[in-house]
């Protein structure tokens, strides 16, 4: 969260010069101030600058060193603002993007709530979708083979279960559950991590978020974009919630991605992608991808937001996979795309 300081800017607008006149209790004054003052930050010397690049004067009054509060407090990574129907300056510590969570310790696993469908017999049923999740891939390869997982902190979500080695079941009400388990290699260091069960409604689009850090130079190769959603994302830069029937899935749309987040991944070397497949049963899905070669360094952990909406596969070879828009169903029983935000975190180190 943002810290915020407010200073009274009677104390800090001083003017500079000898006989100054200050701004104090809305009334001005006359000052003797020593002008010239030298001032140095982290053993370097630092001249204050105005907004508009101006040198300005550091001087001493009554035995107190005054200094321009813009200059000082960007010089140590401070955003300053001015309200001026109160004479305050306000001094800002810069808001800070973090993760969700450390991406060592904490991984996604998705699904949709159950659906109420309609036969051809006017008779209704639920259709349930299957959860399940193999603890073994949190091992070396030498050590999938033998290992014990225990539940250490939290509930798992009503209707899975964790059996022996793995869990299972079905998903079966929407809501976000987070689970600590530990895994134990035989003859070797136990793992924690946290599963966080992201359970969404029908009509959701459920995408964890995406964490990449490292260094410039660095490749991004086959960065996956977890999503329970079997397809590719496309996106309009006019998409809202108001123009997602099918028949206007075309309007504005670029390949993946709107421009805007196309733009702000390509200012650190990365493109949203996808590579497509085909399965045995011919069926043609594809998977979400970010590529690309770290370009520029960050100032800490950087968001970047990207709206999207989702299609699945199709078994239709006439049809390409960016035609394809069935997913699922509004309250009057016409398809709808599913749309929502891809949150990408980056946190890249420039070492030159």
Known sequence: ??????????????????????????????????????????????????????????????????????????????????????QTAIVNEPEQVTPPYNPNEVEYVMSVAPELYTNEDGTQQYWYNGVGYEFRWWLPEEQQDNFTVKLVEGTLPDGIKLVDDHLEGNCLAAGVTDVVFTVTPKGGDPITRTLRFQFVEPDELAVAPVILWGTVGDKVEWAGINSFYDGIFYTADDLTADNTDVYLADLGSSPIG???????????????????????????????????????????????????????????????????????????????????????????????
């Open 258 to 352: 709107t421009q805007a987040g196309l733009d702000a991944l390509a200012e650190y070397g990365l493109s949203l992608t996808y590579d497509e497949q085909t399965m045995e049963d011919g069926y043609r899905r594809a998977d979400n991808l970010l590529e690309g070669t770290f370009t520029k360094a960050t100032d800490g952990w950087v968001k970047i937001s990207v709206p999207v909406y989702a299609s699945v596969g199709t078994n239709d070879p006439d049809f390409p996979l960016d035609q394809n828009f069935w997913l699922c169903t509004n309250d009057e029983g016409n398809t709808q795309l599913v749309y929502g935000n891809i949150d990408i975190y980056l946190n890249i180190i420039d070492f030159a």
């Open 1 to 86: 969260m943002k810290k915020k300081t407010r200073i009274a800017a009677a104390a800090l607008a001083l003017v500079v010069g000898t006989g100054t006149v200050a701004l104090a209790a809305s009334q001005l004054v006359s000052i003797q101030v020593l002008p010239g003052m030298n001032l140095s930050i982290n053993g370097e010397a630092f001249v204050p600058k105005d907004v508009n690049g101006k040198e300005v004067d550091v001087f001493a009054y009554n035995g107190t060193t005054y200094v321009p509060i813009r200059a000082i407090s960007e010089a140590f990574g401070m955003d300053v603002d001015y309200d001026a129907a109160t």
